[in-house]
T-cell receptor, first 115, second 114 residues
Framework: AQKVTQAQTEISVVEKEDVTLDCVYETRDTTYYLFWYKQPPSGELVFLIRRNSFDEQNEISGRYSWNFQKSTSSFNFTITASQVVDSAVYFCALRGGSGYSTLTFGKGTMLLVSP | DVKVTQSSRYLVKRTGEKVFLECVQDMDHENMFWYRQDPGLGLRLIYFSYDVKMKEKGDIPEGYSVSREKKERFSLILESASTNQTSMYLC?????????????FGPGTRLTVL
C-alpha cells in the first residue's frame, strides 16, 4: 500500500520568509513518481513538479525548490521569499510505476502568507 | 495547454435526485479520474478509467457510477443523491505511460445536496 504524509496541516508566515513544506512517503514500488500540486482559493489543482524515483537531483524553479531524498523517503518543497500569492493548499502525491497506478495524495498543507 | 473542463462549478440538488457530473479533456489522455475533496480528508479517488468503456473502482466508489463512452469524456453519476455526497468533485486526466504521467485537473464542481 502507498501512503503520503504531510504532517503540517497549516503554516502561517509573513511575506519574504522562507518556508518548507514536508512530505514523507511509503511505497514498495522500486519505480515511482512524486508530485507536488498547488490548490489556490479558486479550487483548481495546479501541477508544480514531477520527480522520478531514479532521479534524486534536487530541482529549483525560480523561488521554488524541491529536495528529494530516497534514504529518508522525503520530498520536501521550499518556497524562498514567500509572497501573498503563494497562499494556497499544497498537496504532495505519489504514483507507482505501472501505467495503471493511481495517485495517492497527502492531506495537504495550507500555507497562509501574510503581507 | 492541457484543458480539463467540468460542466458546472456549482450545483445544488435535492436528496434522491439523479446527478450527472461531466468532464471533458482535450489532450487525448487515456486515463481519466474522479475525486472528491473534503476538509481534513484530502482527495479521495472515486473511480477511474484507462480506456473507453473501461472503469475501475477507486477508494470510495459506493453511491457512485461512471460512464466513459468517448475517450475525451468521463461522467460521474450519483444514482440517488444523499446529503453525505455534498462535496467538491474534481476530474483529472493523464497519459497512461511515458514521462507525462502527471494528472491535470479541472476546476472542480462544488455539489450541495439538500
Amino acid at each position: 500500500a502507498q501512503k503520503v504524509t504531510q504532517a503540517q496541516t497549516e503554516i502561517s508566515v509573513v511575506e519574504k520568509e522562507d518556508v518548507t513544506l514536508d512530505c514523507v512517503y511509503e511505497t514498495r514500488d522500486t519505480t515511482y513518481y512524486l508530485f507536488w500540486y498547488k490548490q489556490p482559493p479558486s479550487g483548481e489543482l495546479v501541477f508544480l513538479i514531477r520527480r522520478n524515483s531514479f532521479d534524486e537531483q534536487n530541482e529549483i524553479s525560480g523561488r521554488y525548490s524541491w529536495n528529494f531524498q530516497k534514504s529518508t523517503s522525503s520530498f520536501n518543497f521550499t518556497i524562498t521569499a514567500s509572497q501573498v500569492v503563494d497562499s494556497a493548499v499544497y498537496f504532495c502525491a505519489l504514483r507507482g510505476g505501472s501505467g495503471y497506478s493511481t495517485l495517492t495524495f497527502g492531506k495537504g498543507t495550507m500555507l497562509l502568507v501574510s503581507p | 495547454d492541457v484543458k480539463v473542463t467540468q460542466s458546472s462549478r456549482y450545483l445544488v440538488k435535492r436528496t434522491g435526485e439523479k446527478v450527472f457530473l461531466e468532464c471533458v479533456q482535450d489532450m487525448d489522455h487515456e486515463n481519466m479520474f474522479w475525486y472528491r475533496q473534503d476538509p481534513g480528508l484530502g482527495l479521495r479517488l472515486i473511480y477511474f478509467s484507462y480506456d473507453v468503456k473501461m472503469k475501475e473502482k477507486g477508494d470510495i466508489p459506493e453511491g457512485y457510477s461512471v460512464s466513459r463512452e468517448k475517450k475525451e469524456r468521463f461522467s460521474l453519476i450519483l444514482e440517488s443523491a444523499s446529503t453525505n455526497q455534498t462535496s467538491m468533485y474534481l476530474c483529472a486526466s493523464s497519459f497512461l505511460v511515458g514521462t507525462g504521467v502527471e494528472q491535470f485537473f479541472g476546476p472542480g464542481t462544488r455539489l450541495t445536496v439538500l
